[in-house]
């Protein structure tokens, strides 16, 4: 169980039994831990002994006092899939995709829902509320019924179908707004104040974080795993790739992540190794991209925002230099990519790997190859690409046109069919 919350900015300690939003200075919480004490039971060999393969197998750094008071739909234990080298992945010698879309839910953002929905209905929230563009409000739809709370989701009216849907099914009010995501967030803030829900907003509140960081934790098991099949298992050592590429619109999972590696290394788990970390945006809305290329410690609102890929159009974060500082302590990189390199990229994904990857999965390959053309990634690195999501929550943005149709009666049916 947590020790505090701080206040990302300042340091400031916040009470950990109440519920809680931003800090005083409008900045995100973050929940600390007592890492010293369980050193010598929340051990690698400790995990691995564990029957539960989901996110809460790591229940010692998650807001729990035990994993059965989590509500969960079996989140997290996403596989780590190595890439074959074929086409234009050939080059790539240790290419890896963490493929988020095996959550419940269809993405990353189960792992959010249920530490952040767990903590909120423990300190008695009965309903949430939060923007959303896309997977966010699905999965906050699911938890929330798991948890038998309300939940209330104000999406752009351009929201992918799947998603809308998904929402409305899962027993959510869902109201649609013609604005962006921050248009939504506006009235998140005055509905919560009127009708007394809790704000789930990204990074307003801790605990959403939290749930994202087990990406970081899984990863370092996945990879050793990948990378020594034949050790055995209680002598494998755990490792970090050499670069993360990742998709970033609010960057809950970047931040998150980052704090992985940090309490890992507190723990004794890992070194003071890190991954090179990849930030990649789209082109039409690249807020963090824009701050780290002029040397800013903030991004401002960015304007006009614009893409398909609907997780990546986040004109402003609050999270903006939590992720400026990943990238500059990583040694990492901010990237753009095209809407037609990141659709480009989940054709390549879906057509060479099997893997039908959302258009922010697309555009985390996209980048890859981009900075490789550029030789600021060399193939021979171990690379980790995140998908996070399912690309049949995208369908409406491949139209599959006119299908041959056979007539399973003309025995000359098959006649013209080119193998």
């Not at 340091?11 to 831990?33: C, H, M, T, W």
């Not at 008071?69 to 240790?94: K, N, Y």
Request: net charge negative; with cysteine.
């Amino acid at each position: 169980m947590h020790q505090s919350l701080i206040c990302s900015r300042t340091g400031q300690e916040f009470p950990i039994d109440r519920l809680q939003n931003l800090s005083f200075v409008g900045k995100p919480l973050l929940a600390q831990y007592g890492l010293d004490a369980i050193r010598n039971t929340f051990t690698p060999s400790a995990v691995r002994a564990r029957s539960d393969r989901s996110m809460w197998r790591f229940w010692e750094v998650l807001p729990v006092s035990s994993p059965d008071q989590a509500i969960s739909l079996g989140e997290g234990g996403t596989p780590l899939l190595r890439c074959h080298r074929r086409g234009t992945f050939q080059p790539f010698e240790q290419l890896f995709i963490k493929d988020e879309s095996l959550n419940p839910t269809g993405s990353f953002k189960a792992r959010g829902m249920s530490a952040a929905i767990t903590r909120a209905v423990a300190l008695g929230a009965q309903a949430v509320a939060l923007p959303s563009a896309g997977n966010a409000a699905g999965a906050a739809a699911s938890y929330a019924a798991r948890a038998g709370i309300g939940c209330y989701l104000f999406m752009p009216e351009d929201t992918p179908p799947a998603n809308i849907v998904e929402s409305v099914v899962g027993g959510a009010h869902v109201f649609l707004v013609n604005g962006l995501i921050s248009d939504c967030g506006k009235l998140v803030r005055q509905g919560c104040e009127r009708f007394g829900w809790f704000d789930l907003s990204t990074l307003k509140e801790p605990f959403r974080l939290e749930g994202k960081k087990t990406m970081g934790y899984e990863l370092a098991f996945d990879l050793v795993d990948a990378l020594e099949p034949h050790r055995p298992v209680q002598e494998r050592k755990l490792q970090l790739p050499d670069v993360i590429f990742y998709p970033t619109g609010g960057g809950t999972g970047l931040i998150g992540m980052w704090k992985a590696f940090d309490e890992m290394e507190q723990l004794g788990w890992i070194g003071s190794e890190r991954p090179h970390m990849v930030v990649v945006q789209a082109e039409g809305c690249a807020p963090i991209v824009r701050a780290y290329r002029a040397g800013a410690d903030s991004a401002e609102l960015f304007p006009n925002a614009q893409t398909v890929a609907a997780g990546l159009r986040v004109p402003a974060a609050v999270g903006d230099f939590l992720m400026l500082d990943v990238l500059r302590a990583s040694n990492g990189i901010a990237v753009t990519v095209s809407d037609v390199d990141l659709l480009q990229g989940v054709d390549e994904l879906a057509t060479q790997q099997g893997v039908y990857a959302c258009p922010e999965g697309g555009a985390v390959w996209a980048a890859c190859r981009q900075l490789a053309t550029q030789g600021w990634l060399s193939p021979h690195e171990r690379i980790v690409l995140f998908n996070t999501g399912s690309g049949l929550k995208y369908n409406h943005l491949f139209p599959v046109g006119d299908l041959p149709r056979l007539d399973h009666q003309d025995p000359r049916c098959l006649d013209n069919i080119i193998d």
